[in-house]
């Protein structure tokens, strides 16, 4: 653990030499590469669900839907999974 004070200019030096450091053990392991690589992979499929969740909400089937769902899982009347179903259904109509 390091301490260092950008106001009074204290430690900013060693702090700094100890990234390097670390950016440099990175590097020569390989670990950085791989960590950038899951990082792009991980934004791959974090663009997917996003489209994903911007298409189905944008469905107009899946709108009809989604009132009365959301009422019934409040209420009880409907499990999360059950409403989920009917949602993907909702959607997946069109596209059979």
Excluded: N, Y
Excluded at 41 to 61: F, N
């Amino acid at each position: 653990m390091l301490s260092c004070s950008a106001r009074e200019s204290a430690g900013l030096d060693e702090v700094w030499d100890r990234l390097k450091q670390h950016r440099a053990l990175l590097d020569s392991t390989g670990r950085l590469t791989a960590k950038r690589q899951d990082q792009q992979v991980d934004w791959t499929w974090t663009m997917v669900r996003d489209e994903l969740l911007r298409r189905l909400s944008a469905d107009p089937a899946v709108r009809d839907v989604t009132p009365a769902l959301e009422r019934r899982v409040r209420d009880g009347e409907l499990t999360a999974t059950l409403a989920a179903e009917e949602i993907l259904r909702a959607f997946g109509e069109r596209r059979d």
